[in-house]
């Protein structure tokens, strides 16, 4: 079964997030104002899978998405620069998963 990717650019709570890169658990985000070129801050967010479950009939496929805002600090981290967040980023991932295999946007 496919699980389909959380997108590249996701607009959630009037904010625009861009990825700016990710491994298969954790991925790093610049949250941005809609009209403006420049992050306002960086999320880093363990990557969540929802679905894949019937719901009144109908089959809901698996998907990533973001951490829910109850979540944050526990699933999910805001930052000012991003030498921090690529910091909190090493420091959640397992060394199976690899430092050195972030895929940058």
């Known amino acids: 079964m496919t699980i389909k990717q959380l997108s590249d ?5 009037g904010f625009v997030y ?5 491994n298969q658990s954790y991925a790093i985000y610049g949250q941005y104002y809609p009209d403006s070129i420049n992050p306002i801050s960086y999320e880093v967010i363990q990557i969540q899978v929802r679905g894949g479950y019937k719901f ?5 496929a698996p998907y990533e998405t973001m951490p829910q805002s109850s979540k944050w600090g ?3 981290y805001t930052y ?11 420091q959640l991932c397992s060394p199976l998963e690899g ?4 895929n940058a946007s």
């Open 18 to 22: 861009r990825k700016i890169m990710r």
């Open 9 to 13: 650019i996701v607009k959630k709570n």
């Open 80 to 90: 000012r620069t991003l030498e921090q967040a690529k910091e909190k980023l090493f």
């Open 56 to 60: 009144k009939g109908k089959f809901i």
């Open 74 to 76: 526990y699933l999910g």
């Open 99 to 102: 430092k050195g295999v972030l």
